[in-house]
């Protein structure tokens, strides 16, 4: 069975599309054995201090926000960790992409009603947290509790996925200006999830050369649901392009197979972990790669 790590550096509460309130997430993560759990989620830091103060003594929580960006006409995330989430380029990014964020999701409520689902948005939005700004996430599990799909990633990929019928493209800012932010902020850049953008090895390379030259830090090599030599490939392109090596299960909602800490092990001695690195260890309460696998799934 695969090990749960002590290090899950990309999830999700209800504050953006997560099924869990903060305090769940963490109490979840704890439970599942995790040490160190940063808290993504798309485009706000509205569960961050909730999810601080539930953390305690006993785990230790990254503030952290995924960012939407586009790129040659692809949505890219990418992730900031240890960011403080009171300055004021997060807090001007924010706000920015809150309105894209309704924009979109009004678009899409739209595009579904026409598929049948009525008042698409008004319900989704009954469903997420309070305050939370809609997306795909939180449709999908929407469309999936109506039943006609049986899963939220079945209502994702026959909705809402790109080239289906409500699928809106939205011109987010460019991956160099998120990059630039989150620096300012004094966090670190990782980009996210880089296999789940169904482009080519050419255009992988393509971007994640765009995301090192733009001051990324890091890439984020294991992901829970992925392919074991996907994780090899990923490894070796941190090496080659001289990017620090990052983790995440991207936890939204359980019954998905990326609970937190779920598979995320890193191939050993093929890259550099982010926590292993001299200029960041000091930020990470686990330090040692022996000691980010603990226990079986």
Not at 85 to 105: D, G, S, T, Y
Not at 113 to 124: D, I, P, S
Not at 136 to 152: E, M
Not at 224 to 250: H, M, T, W
């Amino acid at each position: 069975m695969p090990e749960v790590s002590l290090i899950d550096l990309h999830s999700h509460s209800n504050a953006s599309d997560g099924a869990f309130t903060p305090e769940e997430l963490v109490a979840f993560a704890k439970k599942r054995g995790v040490k160190v759990l940063a808290l993504t989620d798309h485009d706000t830091t509205g569960g961050i201090e909730r999810a601080m103060a539930a953390a305690g003594d006993g785990l230790q929580l990254v503030p952290g926000i995924e960012v939407s960006t586009t790129w040659k006409n692809f949505q890219i995330h990418v992730a900031a960790l240890f960011i403080d989430i009171h300055a004021p380029c997060i807090e001007e990014l924010m706000q920015v992409q809150a309105q894209k964020r309704l924009e979109r999701a009004l678009a899409i409520g739209r595009l579904l009603e026409r598929q049948g689902f009525e008042n698409a948005y008004e319900r989704t939005k009954a469903q997420a947290g309070e305050g939370a700004s809609i997306t795909r996430g939180n449709y999908s599990r929407y469309i999936a509790s109506t039943g006609a799909c049986r899963t939220s990633d079945e209502a994702f990929n026959k909705y809402l996925r790109r080239g289906r019928p409500a699928y809106v493209a939205t011109r987010w800012g460019s991956v160099e200006d998120a990059v630039k932010i989150i620096l300012e902020a004094g966090g670190i850049p990782v980009l996210a999830h880089p296999r789940r953008y169904e482009m080519t090895n050419t255009k992988l390379r393509e971007l994640i050369a765009c995301f090192k030259q733009a001051g990324g830090v890091a890439l984020e090599a294991a992901s829970s649901q992925q392919k074991p030599n996907d994780r090899i490939y990923l490894a070796d392109l941190c090496v080659r392009f001289e990017l620090l090596a990052s983790v995440g299960s991207d936890f939204h909602a359980l019954n998905t197979w990326r609970d937190p800490g779920h598979n995320l092990m890193l191939p050993e001695g093929r890259c550099t972990a982010l926590w292993e690195a001299e200029q960041y260890r000091h930020l990470f309460t686990v330090h040692t790669q022996k000691s980010v696998t603990a226990g079986t799934n």
